[in-house]
């Protein structure tokens, strides 16, 4: 009899996103007539940059002639749009990237799970609490942990709290010693943001302890302040040290064309069995290679037109667009009494539930009196309980109303 990977049996009731899901359309099927507003999960609702658009149409257009069709790519990704990625979002900036250290792929979420393809299971993991949930889930399904506790905290995982006291930056360890440790900057729950001074405390302890840091830049775009770096790779030595994440979802409204893109720098380097030493790059790139067949023509000739002139106007409006709907959360809720962190530098806004409520509390609150769907914080992990995650991407309209009721039904 073919039998399972147990492991999977590990992981707790649902995916976060799902059961939200499943609650808001039980809610919906008995109340049909209820005007639900989503600011749960983190999709934009703006239309694709009309730079990108127009280069997809190009694209198809290539696929009809047998002189510019395009069959199978690169499993790297092709060369002009590494280039440009390399040229615009890492030396732009003082970091040390290039083209052939990018690998496109068809989303971060994919490839924050599949880069635990390459390392082994004795690594000791550190992730944040909260956390975005992939980062645990997919450490369970890869059998690196053991089972959850009563606070859903799963055995053999390291948890860095964050909150208000920290400023929802975790502190490094100081009692044991960790070797892989993910980071995610603007923060996903929180929307909590990291000084190059902090991250160089986090390079400079991977560097002394052999560790690797998963640096998730998914939300870089959307950062205001020009002081805070846009990539890991602008602190010294993170390039013997750090894989980068990234994507175009948030950016250029790809979540549903699907683009992204992760570093893997050729100085990066793990160990063996034998205690010899391995080029993280040959890894990822055998990886890539063996169970990935590339990101479509189509989609990586929209992905290039970020960079053209008319592209880079365009992304700034969108992410301008989804920032001016947090600025209005922010302003409205607090407002009306409720303590919020997070939307300055980032598209979420972290709110501290009012009145003692739990974050599913909150949840079935929001959604039972006002008919607004946001993120229970628990929901992110036992250090979330108390908070929720409220997603600035949707129509102004969306938000404002949002913001009207809530404001009605919870002012103080």
């Known amino acids: 009899m073919a039998t399972i990977n147990d492991n ?9 996103f799902p059961e939200i899901a499943k609650r808001v359309n039980a809610y919906a099927a008995s109340h049909p007539d209820a005007p639900i507003i989503r600011l749960g999960i983190g999709d934009v609702t703006e239309p694709l940059p009309a730079a990108c658009r127009a280069a997809m149409v190009k694209a198809v257009e290539d696929m009809g002639s047998r002189d510019t069709f395009k069959g199978y790519g690169p499993e790297q990704g092709y060369g002009w749009l590494r280039e440009k990625i390399a040229k615009y979002d890492f030396q732009a900036r003082g970091c040390e990237v290039d083209a052939a250290e990018i690998f496109i792929s068809d989303g971060s979420k994919c490839d924050c799970g599949n880069i635990l393809d390459i390392f082994g299971n004795n690594n000791t993991i550190a992730l944040t609490d909260p956390v975005y949930p992939v980062y645990a889930d997919t450490n369970v399904m890869a059998g690196h942990t053991g089972n959850a506790n009563e606070k859903g905290e799963y055995a053999g995982l390291v948890y860095l709290p964050i909150s208000a006291e920290n400023n929802f930056t975790a502190e490094i360890p100081t009692d044991k010693q960790v070797d892989l440790i993910y980071l995610c900057f603007p923060n996903n729950p929180t929307g909590a943001t990291a000084t190059k001074e902090y991250l ?7 560097k002394a302890n052999g560790s690797i840091i998963f640096f998730d830049a998914a939300y870089e775009a959307y950062i205001t302040d020009p002081s805070l770096p846009h990539s890991i790779y602008e602190i010294p030595g993170a390039r013997d040290c750090a894989i980068e994440f990234r994507s175009f979802s948030k950016n250029a409204g790809f979540t549903g064309t699907r683009c992204a893109l992760t570093v893997v720098p050729k100085t990066l380097k793990g160990k063996a069995a034998d205690g010899s030493d391995v080029e993280i790059w040959k890894l990822w790139n055998r990886r890539q290679s063996t169970k990935f067949n590339g990101v479509s023509y189509i989609v990586q000739r929209g992905a290039e037109a970020v960079y053209s002139e008319e592209g880079q106007t365009q992304i700034k409006e ?6 001016a709907n947090a600025a209005m959360i922010r302003e409205k809720l607090t407002a009306a009494g409720i303590k919020v962190y997070g939307g300055e530098n980032a598209p979420y806004v972290w709110v501290k539930t009012p009145g003692n409520l739990s974050s599913w509390e909150f949840f ?6 006002v008919n607004v769907v946001g993120t229970p914080g628990s929901g992110f992990g036992a250090a979330g309980e108390g908070y929720f995650r409220i997603s600035a991407f949707n129509s102004r309209e969306n938000v404002e109303e949002a913001m009207r009721r809530i404001g009605e039904k919870f002012k103080v």
Do not use: E, N, R, S
């Open 200 to 206: 160089q405390k986090w390079v400079d302890y991977a």
């Open 318 to 323: 969108l992410v301008a667009f989804y920032m």
């Open 364 to 369: 079935d609150k929001l959604l039972q009196t």
């Open 8 to 16: 999977y049996l590990k992981l707790q009731a649902g995916y976060l």
